[in-house]
């Protein structure tokens, strides 16, 4: 029996994965209901239809191009391979519904506070009630308290994600990302009236969020927010027979933050490690853990920029040759459009200089 602290997208798509491979699993949630309350944007590539079937019933809106802009308002587009944009309530509840086919049991309004590890282990929540089970595994989201109460917690550095659904005037396939709006900021349109907008920031992100909020006007409709766990490279997601998987695990995609698909991806490593007999630290490490670290890469090079950094990064990625690169990769797999890109533009060694 395996038990699954968190229904988020990864606890989810984890626990169907495992039920299908035979194993009794239940999931048990904080939340009353699976999906709520929202605090993502919900842009992913086109590689989630490589993971899962994409629904009508979940599905929000396709994305084709992008505009990235620097501070000083220097700006390139740049057409895309199909990114979706789902709504994360729908979307959650799907892959839960997914599980449940597969025979996966859930329990919500079950608040884990810790285990007790003897030849079993026993979760324990607040509502008094203890689970008995052979793997315990924390999908827990950024705070996990099944890494707290393991020792697995580590050092953790949050980025936090200041985010609004906005009526506003915008083009319904076109996603824009401003850099430099603390870390970045983005424009994810819904529909051609209503976008989610947010920046990210280790810090004061009311007053990014402020800054962009003046160049594309618009009313608030609702808050989004939340936080994102930076990728910690050293970070121990396995000891016995309980693991961390998705955001428990940082892993999340430090360039974009993203970490929907990471989360499935390293699940898959997990699915096999417990199948198998494996060790799911060297597998997910192996596996996305090489890509996130590409990711953490860029992410600590793009910390040192000054704005004419920005303003010259855009003048290369204008270049049709550039683009192209661009447009060819999926960004969730970085290691090889680095690769590309510094085979077709040199220049883009320059940046190695904020390596030192
Ligand atoms: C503003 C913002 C925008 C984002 N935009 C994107 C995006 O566009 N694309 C993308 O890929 N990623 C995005 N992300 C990141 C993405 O939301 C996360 O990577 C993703 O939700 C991780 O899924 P998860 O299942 O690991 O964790 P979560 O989604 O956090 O789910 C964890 C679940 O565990 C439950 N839980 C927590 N503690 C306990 C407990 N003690 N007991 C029981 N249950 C518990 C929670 O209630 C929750 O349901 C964004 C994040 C933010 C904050």
Redesign the pocket.
């Known amino acids: 029996m395996i038990t699954i602290?968190?229904?988020?997208?990864?606890?989810n798509y984890t626990a169907k994965l495992l039920a299908k491979q035979g194993h009794k699993v239940k999931v048990?949630?904080?939340?009353k209901e699976v999906g709520k309350p929202i605090?993502?944007?919900?842009?992913?590539t086109a590689f989630l239809q490589d993971l899962i079937k994409i629904k009508k019933e979940f599905m929000v809106n396709t994305i084709t191009r992008t505009k990235v802009y620097s501070p000083n308002q220097e700006a390139v587009e740049i057409p895309l391979k199909k990114n979706f944009v789902v709504d994360r309530t729908l979307f959650d509840q799907s892959l839960a519904e997914e599980a449940k086919s597969e025979g996966v049991e859930y329990a919500v309004g079950?608040?884990?506070t810790h285990c007790v590890q003897k030849e079993k282990i026993t979760a324990h929540f607040t509502n008094g009630k203890k689970v008995e089970s052979d793997y315990l595994i924390g999908?827990?989201?950024?705070l996990s308290?099944v890494a707290k109460s393991n020792d697995l917690y580590g050092k953790r550095t949050f980025i936090i994600?200041h985010?609004a659904r906005v009526k506003i005037d915008c083009e319904k396939d076109l996603v824009d990302f401003f850099l430099g709006e603390g870390y970045f900021g983005w424009l994810v349109p819904e529909t051609e009236k209503i976008a989610r907008i947010?920046i990210c920031s280790l810090s004061t992100p009311k007053k990014y969020f402020d800054s962009l909020m003046k160049k594309r006007k618009g009313k608030i409709l609702e808050w989004?927010?939340?936080?994102?766990p930076l990728y910690n490279p050293k970070l121990q997601a396995e000891k016995d027979n309980i693991y961390l998987i998705?955001?428990?695990a940082t892993q999340?995609k430090a360039t974009t933050?993203?970490?929907?698909?990471p989360?499935m991806l390293a699940a898959q490593s997990l699915g096999k490690a417990i199948s198998e007999g494996k060790s799911y630290q060297k597998l997910w490490k192996k596996g996305i853990g090489k890509e996130l670290k590409t990711h953490l890469l860029i992410h600590s090079l793009m910390q040192k920029f000054k704005n004419k950094d920005y303003d010259r990064l855009i003048q290369l990625v204008k270049q049709e040759r550039v683009k192209n690169a661009i447009t060819e990769h999926d960004r969730e797999f970085p290691s090889k459009l680095l690769l590309k890109l510094l085979l077709r533009e040199p220049r883009f060694l320059q940046y190695t200089k904020f390596l030192f």
Do not use: N, R
Not at 139 to 142: E, F
Not at 224 to 228: E, K
């Open positions: 602290i968190g229904a988020g997208p990864i606890g048990f949630e904080d939340h605090q993502c944007t919900g842009i992913t079950h608040k884990y999908a827990d989201g950024p308290a994600g985010q947010g989004q927010s939340g936080i994102i998705g955001d428990a999340v933050l993203g970490g929907i698909i989360g």
